[in-house]
């Protein structure tokens, strides 16, 4: 599967991006997808991950309650999106896929096959 972030950008804290990620293939809904970030100097962290049908997703304790995890299978699509931006969620956030079925281990980046390219978000004080 390939998979191709938008969305990223340049905003001032408090501000919001949508960032969306479109998948090839026709298995999609078979995929656990995920959003993952990385900041300079740092480890790829965990940021959001949902099931294959959309009922059950996670986020990490940094960005509860902001962000916002999707997807729409007519569009092959998976969404994130994030409210009240701070400084410290500026990095180069990545989509993922995975095969395996959906549980506590979605939360780790190792876990995921597929990943795309990359998108920056920068959040300015």
């Known amino acids: 599967v390939q998979l191709v972030e938008r969305g990223g950008g340049l905003v001032q804290a408090g501000g919001s991006l949508r960032l969306s990620c479109a998948a090839s293939?026709?298995?999609?809904?078979?995929?656990?997808m995920g959003w993952c970030r990385q900041a300079p100097g740092k480890e790829r962290e965990f940021v959001a991950c949902i099931n294959g049908s959309g009922g059950r997703t996670a986020t990490t304790d940094s960005v509860e309650g902001r962000f916002t995890i999707s997807r729409d299978s007519a569009k092959n699509t998976v969404y994130l999106q994030m409210n009240s931006l701070k400084p410290e969620d500026s990095a180069v956030y990545y989509c993922a896929a995975s095969t395996l079925i959906y549980y506590s281990g979605s939360r780790y980046p190792r876990n995921y096959e597929y990943w795309g390219q990359g998108t920056q978000v920068t959040v300015s004080s």
């Open positions: 293939g026709r298995t999609f809904s078979s995929y656990v």
